[in-house]
């Protein structure tokens, strides 16, 4: 079964502070990772995929198979990064399912 | 930028009604997806669709659940029979294809809120 774990409801960090989102998953398969953010009022929307080894926002990921991780990461937060991330997993053999984890509200405080 | 759009934004309704939410995903899109989120919890994947099946649905997806492709536009999800803790935000997605290229991201429309009373 897939799982995705993000043990942080809410994380509050100072403007220019740096953010780490964390996100554990499990999963026997080869999983295909992946970063949601939703900004206020506004649609849920693929920040960054770990395939693509992008930053996006300033924001980073890595995967982390020994530690099956993919923490988000960002050295210095922007009022402007406050929203609800969301890590997601999805089996990268073609199954379309996506499976989330709970989600981290991130406010930052100016 | 090609959105995906649902309708209506909110709706109410008394327990036992059925109920229909309609999305348009994106054009030359593919692959289409219902996810839904109660309040206070997680998006939780509900059912996906290609070339006019299901193929794949969770456990949430049962009999009272349906979805369809009616006119090659519009793609809906229809709840039967309305049940109190059917009261949700319900998310459609679209994906151009599969794989691990670009094409299998999500593009989420702006979601249906429902609210079984």
């Known amino acids: 079964a897939q799982r995705v774990t993000q043990p942080e409801k809410l994380l509050s960090v100072f403007k220019g502070a740096p953010v780490e989102l964390k996100c554990n998953y499990s999963?026997?398969?080869?999983?295909?990772l992946f970063w949601y953010v939703q900004y206020s009022r506004q649609r849920l929307q693929l920040l960054l995929r770990?395939?693509s080894r992008e930053s996006i926002k300033g924001f980073t990921a890595d995967l982390n198979k020994g530690e099956t991780s993919f923490h988000l990461k960002k050295p210095f937060a922007q009022e402007e990064d406050s929203a609800m991330y969301y890590c997601?997993?999805?089996?990268?053999?073609?199954?379309?399912?996506?499976?989330f984890g709970t989600g981290t509200k991130l406010q930052v405080i100016p | 930028e090609p959105e995906v759009t649902q309708t209506p934004s909110h709706q109410v309704t008394q327990m036992g009604q059925e109920v229909i939410l309609r999305c348009v995903p994106i054009?030359?899109?593919?692959?289409f997806y219902w996810y839904r989120q109660i309040l206070g919890q997680k998006v939780e994947f509900l059912v996906s669709?290609?070339?006019?099946?299901?193929?794949?649905k969770s456990e949430i997806f049962d009999d009272q659940f349906s979805v369809e492709r009616p006119d090659g536009s519009n793609f809906t999800l229809k709840i039967r029979s309305t049940k109190l803790e059917d009261s949700a935000m319900y998310f459609c997605?679209?994906?151009?294809?599969?794989?691990?290229?670009?094409?299998?991201?999500?593009?989420f429309g702006a979601g249906s809120r429902l609210t079984v009373l």
């Open positions: 054009s030359n899109h593919l692959y």
């Open positions: 770990h395939i």
């Open positions: 669709f290609y070339n006019n099946e299901i193929s794949e």
């Open positions: 997601a997993l999805r089996d990268s053999g073609g199954y379309q399912k996506v499976t």
């Open positions: 999963y026997s398969g080869s999983p295909e």
């Open positions: 997605a679209s994906s151009l294809g599969q794989g691990l290229s670009g094409a299998n991201v999500l593009t």
